[in-house]
C-alpha cells in the first residue's frame, strides 16, 4: 500500500515562504508523476504544480515564478519550495501520486493527507 506523508504546513504572513514535503513509501520513480493540489474553502481542488518521472515540470498560471517543485530520488520525496505567498494561497495542500499498472497501461491516484496552509496577517 501507497503511503504519501505530508509535511510543512503552517501560518505564514503574506511576502513568506513554506516549504513543503511528500514522502512516499517505496520507491518515488515508480510514479508516473507526483504533483501537489490545493483545496480552498469553498472551492475544487486544482492542480499546483508537478513534476513527471522525467523531470518535466508544470505549474498552474497562479503560482508561476513563486513555487518550485523539485524531487529528492534518494529520499523518495517531493518537495514544494512557495515563495511570495498571498492570502490567495491559502488552502489544504495535497500531495498526489500517478502510478501505472502493468499491463493494463491504466493509472491509479494516491493521495496525501493533505496539509493546512495559511497565509494571513
Known amino acids: 500500500q501507497v503511503q504519501l506523508v505530508e509535511h510543512g504546513g503552517g501560518l505564514v504572513q503574506p511576502g513568506g515562504s513554506l516549504r513543503l514535503s511528500c514522502a512516499a513509501s517505496?520507491?518515488?520513480?515508480?510514479?508516473?508523476?507526483v504533483g501537489w493540489y490545493r483545496q480552498a474553502i469553498g472551492k475544487q481542488r486544482e492542480l499546483v504544480a508537478a513534476i513527471s518521472r522525467a523531470d518535466s515540470t508544470n505549474y498552474a498560471d497562479s503560482v508561476k515564478g513563486r513555487f518550485t517543485i523539485s524531487r529528492d530520488n534518494a529520499k523518495n520525496t517531493v518537495y514544494l519550495q512557495m515563495n511570495s505567498l498571498n492570502f490567495e494561497d491559502t488552502a489544504v495542500y495535497y500531495c498526489n501520486a500517478v502510478e501505472p499498472l502493468w499491463p493494463s497501461g491504466s493509472r491509479i491516484n494516491y493521495w496525501g493527507q493533505g496539509t493546512q496552509v495559511t497565509v494571513s496577517a
Open positions: 517505496g520507491n518515488i520513480l515508480r510514479f508516473d508523476a
